[in-house]
Antibody
Framework: QVQLVESGGGVVQPGRSLRLSCAASGFIFGSYGMHWVRQAPDKGLEWVAV????????YYADSVRGRFIISRDNSQNTLSLQMDSLRAEDTAVYYCARGEYNYGYILDYWGQGAPVTVSS | DIVMTQSPDSLAVSLGERATINCKSSQSLLYSSNNKNYLAWYQQKPGQPPKLLISWASTRDPGVPDRFSGSGSGTDFTLTISSLQPEDVAVYYC??????????FGQGTRLEIK
């Protein structure tokens, strides 16, 4: 069965960096686009970034562009999110999500999420 | 960016009754070349990640009970639960995927039992 397991979350000071990972299993990882979506405490969902199945294209939300980098290693079935220059408003649970095979912007499987707290 | 606005923000419905959640987009989500609406609905139960319910405005994901249905076109969409069950208590989100440069979600609708 499809599994997505995030790791790397934690508490970090403003201005510092953090790297999230998402380990994928149960499907052919290299055939699917992948996304990061975040949810601030008691707030709604905010899409963060997408990477195409082969890593050829990436797109970002305006709120993180220039600070976050999404990447993938199809040989290791791993998705990553490098987060630099973190701000208090980046505090959230970060979910990795798989894009549906036929249209990669429908999010058909989600991980349990990695909490990130940005605080001094 | 396309702005998605859901109504109401919260809703209380009796067990067995119909629940209706609305979603309005700031521009049409209907792609004329294929006549498809680029809209999905998700359910998020407390402490859990979101779950895909419906895509293309009205296509249920496999395994989703048929009491859930989606309708609408263009800028106005509706998620209907025909007969509310206890396990349907959740927050529901609509999402547009018309623009692949940036997908956006509605603010969410909290559904409770009256």
């Amino acid at each position: 069965q499809v599994q997505l397991v995030e790791s790397g979350g934690g508490v970090v000071q403003p201005g510092r960096s953090l790297r999230l990972s998402c380990a994928a299993s149960g499907f052919i990882f290299g055939s699917y686009g992948m996304h990061w979506v975040r949810q601030a405490p008691d707030k709604g969902l905010e899409w963060v970034a997408v990477i195409w199945f082969d890593g050829s294209k990436t797109y970002y939300a305006d709120s993180v562009r220039g600070r976050f980098i999404i990447s993938r290693d199809n040989s290791q079935n791993t998705l990553s999110l490098q987060m630099d220059s973190l701000r208090a408003e980046d505090t959230a649970v970060y979910y990795c999500a798989r894009g549906e095979y036929n249209y990669g912007y429908i999010l058909d499987y989600w991980g349990q999420g990695a909490p990130v707290t940005v605080s001094s | 960016d396309i702005v998605m606005t859901q109504s109401p923000d919260s809703l209380a419905v009796s067990l067995g009754e119909r629940a209706t959640i609305n979603c309005k987009s700031s521009q049409s989500l209907l792609y004329s070349s294929n006549n498809k609406n680029y809209l999905a609905w998700y359910q998020q139960k407390p402490g859990q990640p979101p779950k895909l319910l419906i895509s293309w405005a009205s296509t249920r994901d496999p395994g989703v009970p048929d009491r859930f249905s989606g309708s609408g076109s263009g800028t106005d969409f509706t998620l209907t639960i025909s007969s509310l069950q206890p396990e349907d208590v959740a927050v529901y989100y609509c999402q547009q995927y018309y623009t692949t440069l940036s997908i956006t979600f509605g603010q969410g609708t909290r559904l409770e039992i009256k």
